[in-house]
């Protein structure tokens, strides 16, 4: 299975931008679809956005549609998260997440690889 760390997060004021991104080791990265999860104190993990195997394809959710892009880079084994209009309620671990099948989806257990997170933080 692929391997996945994520970089990029930090303290951001409310209205900033972070570019997260997770770079993939063990395996052939473009074989993989990749999503991005987040988890918010006391919150359950939620979906944020996914990318198809080429990059041609994405899924985002609706909060975040048009602030948030997810892209890739499969020659350098790396998926992206740029967000942008960040909200104090966007507070979350964030992980990246990688799915050995060809189809969108929102379920976090049809991800079969996950990163160890990185924490963002949005000041009010």
């Known amino acids: 299975q692929v391997q996945l760390v994520e970089s990029g997060g930090g303290l951001v004021q409310a209205g900033g931008s972070l570019r997260l991104s997770c770079a993939a080791s063990g395996g052939t990265f473009s074989r993989y679809l990749m999503g991005w999860f987040r988890q918010g104190p006391g919150k359950e993990r939620e979906f944020v956005t996914a990318?198809?195997?080429?990059?041609?394809?994405?899924d985002t959710v609706d909060s975040v549609k048009g602030r948030f892009t997810i892209s890739r880079d499969n020659a350098k084994n790396t998926v992206y998260l740029q967000m942008n209009s960040l909200k104090p309620e966007e507070t979350a671990v964030y992980y990246c997440?990688?799915?050995?099948?060809?189809?969108?989806?929102?379920?976090?257990?049809?991800?079969?690889?996950w990163g160890q997170g990185t924490q963002v933080t949005v000041s009010s």
């Open positions: 997440a990688a799915r050995y099948r060809s189809s969108l989806v929102r379920d976090s257990h049809e991800y079969n690889s």
């Open positions: 990318i198809s195997r080429s990059g041609g394809s994405t």
